[in-house]
């Protein structure tokens, strides 16, 4: 049984810096894939960042990229995302996902939560202006 564990989330001021970590147990950590996501209140669930494969491949959204680099330690078996820059419009809940199948990166398929199967209980972020 595959478990997803998110924790870091938090209130940080914009310009700020915080780090989210999820912790995965029951799951091939270092040979699939995983990714974050976010919900915003009346918006969609976005993906924003996916790491895949033994090399660990790293993709990104266009809002995030630059900002947000995603890691993770396989010995751990714990995913993270490291925001800096933070910006108010990037308050949201953030989810830890994971999938066996991983879908394609063409396209930023990844970046749809439909294509994804496991999925954590979320942390909420804030960024105040």
């Known amino acids: 049984q595959v478990q997803l564990v998110e924790s870091g989330g938090g209130s940080v001021q914009a310009g700020g810096s915080q780090r989210l970590s999820c912790v995965a147990s029951?799951?091939?950590?270092?040979?699939?894939?995983m990714g974050w996501f976010r919900q915003a209140p009346g918006k969609e669930r976005e993906g924003i960042a996916a790491?895949?494969?033994?090399?660990?491949?790293?993709y990104y959204s266009g809002s995030v990229e630059g900002r947000f680099t995603i890691s993770r330690d396989n010995v751990k078996n714990t995913l993270y995302l490291e925001m800096n820059r933070l910006k108010p419009e990037d308050t949201a809940m953030y989810y830890c996902?994971?999938?066996?199948?991983?879908?394609?990166?063409?396209?930023?398929?990844?970046?749809?939560?439909?294509?994804?199967?496991?999925w954590g209980q979320g942390t909420q972020v804030t960024v105040s202006s």
């Open positions: 029951g799951y091939s950590f270092n040979r699939d894939c």
């Open positions: 996902a994971a999938d066996n199948s991983c879908i394609t990166t063409a396209g930023g398929a990844w970046s749809r939560p439909v294509y994804w199967t496991y």
């Open positions: 790491i895949y494969g033994a090399r660990g491949a790293a």
